[in-house]
């Protein structure tokens, strides 16, 4: 596995810690910034919001770019972020910063799974993308609680520069540890990446993304109060017990990691089905303490460990470049955006058990979704071993169905370089070049 990904997940860590540290330090924001709670947590919503409709054009702006250049400069904007955050006199400057740092934040999600599917052979790329991914996991479990006693210790403003100092240092190390990749060709790779995200069948993958995040963060989103006012845990064991689930999210990506590669579709389905089981059983079960826990330690085993498994999915179905793995950070976080705002309209309605029920009617959607490339391989296998298969996985050291396209073009598909780096550019006349 090359260094570069646990780099690339440095970098997620940083960014993801930045993402959730709003939520743990509420009541201190809103009373320095002198405003109400709420406004507070409609940081979190804008947030997502910029993440989803801002990041894919950065993303685009950068394609141009060498992959290392773009993770650099995204670095630099992201910290222009979270140094404006640091030093808000009001809320609307905080706001502007949070939009900052939420479209920044998905373009290096996108830019790095593309260049960690660009660095690693096709038979363990799909290790590679949950290397990446535990940054998003570590972030949730240990980046959060970090960030809010850093806050409740030193205010709120301490925070957001302790995050700024991760970022320094994930920036710091990355000319270290991510190799240099030439620009992208001068032709085509732009509209090829723009004509893939018109194919009918990756929307379709796409969006089974979004339902199978969404049915996880519709739970998620309200574990607090449905762990305190329904199960009846008092709030000092909350924590724990959300410590538990960050566990069992990086145990679960790590598994998950290990299969996503042959099984995709197979793991993509039973973590579909295992997380409508566990989310029916939360919501039947919920009053009881003992089973309650289990179910919640369900959920983060089967829930958003499900990365690997949909990154390796989109990519086989488009391609490993930048803006196709941006565009499908926008669904996932759709997805977060959906669970948590219908939960707050059914808890309304249904109270706190509603959204455990809206979770599971989404793992629902996310099963329709499989069914028709579920029927194609089907017909594949009926069909007798000469047919070629309809989906995903493809045979180890294949090529994707079309070649990525973006920055990092030079290496998907094939082995990172003998020595850890790629040469600054292709070399005329070689005969690597003319098989390229």
Do not use: K
Request: hydrophobic residues 55%; positive net charge.
């Amino acid at each position: 596995m090359p260094r570069a990904v646990y780099v690339l997940a440095l970098g997620i860590f940083a960014m993801v810690t930045s993402e959730f540290v709003v939520a743990g330090l509420m009541p201190q924001m809103a009373e320095g910034l002198n405003v109400s709670v709420p406004r507070i947590g409609f940081l979190i919503t804008a947030f997502a919001v910029a993440m989803t409709a801002g990041g894919p054009f950065l993303a685009l702006a950068l394609t141009r770019l060498p992959p290392r250049t773009a993770l650099m400069t995204l670095f630099a904007v992201f910290l222009a972020g979270n140094v404006l955050a640091a030093v808000a006199t009001g809320y609307p400057v905080m706001l502007a910063a949070r939009i900052v740092t939420g479209v920044a934040a998905q373009a290096f999600f996108g830019v790095s799974l593309s260049l960690a599917a660009a660095l690693t052979r096709p038979e363990v790329r799909g290790r590679a993308i949950a290397v990446v991914m535990n940054g998003l996991m570590l972030g949730t479990l240990l980046g959060l609680p970090l960030a809010t006693v850093v806050g409740e210790r030193y205010g709120w403003r301490a925070a957001f520069w302790a995050i700024s100092g991760l970022t320094l240092l994930a920036a710091a190390v990355t000319p270290f540890g991510v190799p240099r990749t030439p620009r992208p060709a001068a032709t085509g790779g732009l509209r090829r990446e723009l004509r893939v995200l018109r194919r009918p069948r990756l929307l379709l993958t796409l969006a089974t993304s979004t339902f199978v995040i969404g049915a996880t963060f519709s739970a998620f989103s309200y574990l607090n109060p449905i762990l305190t006012e329904v199960t009846g845990f008092d709030r000092g064991t909350v924590p724990l017990l959300l410590i538990a689930y960050g566990a069992a999210t990086v145990v679960g990506n790590t598994v998950v990691g290990r299969l996503a590669d042959r099984y995709a579709l197979p793991v993509l389905t039973a973590g579909l089905l295992l997380n409508l089981a566990f989310l029916t059983g939360f919501a039947l079960l919920a009053h009881l303490p003992v089973p309650a826990v289990a179910l919640l330690l369900g959920v983060g085993l089967v829930g958003v460990t499900m990365n690997p498994a949909m990154v390796t999915r989109v990519q086989r179905t488009g391609n490993t470049g930048p803006l196709v793995n941006t565009v499908h950070s926008s669904f996932i976080t759709s997805g977060v955006i959906i669970g948590s705002a219908v939960g707050a309209v059914v808890i309304e309605a249904w109270g706190l058990r509603a959204p455990l029920w809206l979770g599971a009617a989404l793992a629902v959607a996310g099963l329709a979704t499989l069914l028709p490339e579920l029927s194609a391989a089907r017909r594949s296998r009926a069909a007798g071993p000469t047919a070629r298969p309809a989906g995903p996985p493809a045979p180890a050291g294949s090529a994707a169905p079309e070649p990525a396209a973006g920055p990092v073009p030079c290496a998907v598909g094939g082995p990172a370089p003998a020595h850890g780096r790629v040469s600054d550019g292709p070399r005329t006349g070689s005969s690597r070049t003319r098989r390229t």
